[in-house]
């Protein structure tokens, strides 16, 4: 009964580093998406996928790329890690047209 | 552009009284609401969600109300516990396309013993 798992939780880049974070879900969700939290903001779209094999660009997508080879899991990647992209990643899934989504516990990145 | 707005980043109760959170929005197309609660070092979990077709829905301790006209809702919890504490956070979606949801900056709410 894991819902969505990411990892790592903590991470230190240095600039111009590139990084995958992982993440994956067993509940057979169709929607995955990940979110970026910034202090005193809330949590902006950065991809998401409706189905394996099909991505699209949410709100702030620059930077990143993200793959969805299989139902369960949804990996974002950091091209040349820049002071910007410091933030709290988020992951989460849902059900098409649920009422929510199911978070994971988030992965605090760093980039020095 | 904020698409939907909390304009209280922090909000201080009693315990055993009502806590209001409240949460504005923009975007006429929404049409689905829900309120996320977040601990530190954890990610939102689901609380309370309302659908446009309604005023009012009500789960336990928790309210949610929406003033459509006014393009308003808020959260209210009664009565207020301690482990209430935690920030919160509005979202709404158009539930079209992939269900994306559109956040709230959140308010952390300390619910004093």
């Known amino acids: 009964n894991a819902g969505v798992t990411q990892t790592p939780k903590f991470r230190i880049l240095k600039i111009g580093q590139s990084m995958t974070l992982q993440c994956a879900q067993d509940?057979?969700?169709?929607?995955m998406y990940w979110y970026r939290q910034d202090p005193g903001m809330g949590l902006k779209l950065i991809y998401y996928s409706v189905g394996a094999g099909i991505t699209d660009k949410g709100e702030v997508p620059n930077g990143y790329n993200v793959s969805r080879s299989t139902t369960e899991d949804f990996p974002l990647r950091l091209e040349l890690a820049a002071p910007s992209q410091t933030s709290v990643y988020f992951c989460a899934s849902s059900y098409e047209f649920s009422y929510g989504y199911t978070f994971g516990s988030g992965t605090r990145l760093t980039v020095v | 552009d904020q698409q939907v707005k909390q304009n209280s980043p922090s909000l201080s109760v009693q315990e055993g009284r009502i806590s209001i959170l409240n949460c504005d929005y923009t975007n006429s197309m929404f049409d689905y609401f829900l309120w996320y609660k977040k601990y530190p070092a954890e990610g939102p979990t689901f609380l309370i969600s309302?659908?446009?077709?309604?005023d009012k829905n009500e789960d336990g301790r928790f309210t949610v109300f929406l003033n459509k006209s006014a393009k308003h809702l808020s959260l209210h919890i009664v009565p207020s516990q301690p482990g209430d504490s935690a920030v919160y956070f509005c979202?709404?979606?158009?539930?079209?396309?992939?269900?994306?949801?559109?956040f709230g900056t959140g308010t952390r709410l300390t619910v004093i013993p």
């Open positions: 309302i659908s446009s077709i309604k």
């Open positions: 979202a709404a979606n158009d539930q079209t396309g992939a269900n994306n949801l559109f």
């Open positions: 509940m057979n969700h169709n929607y």
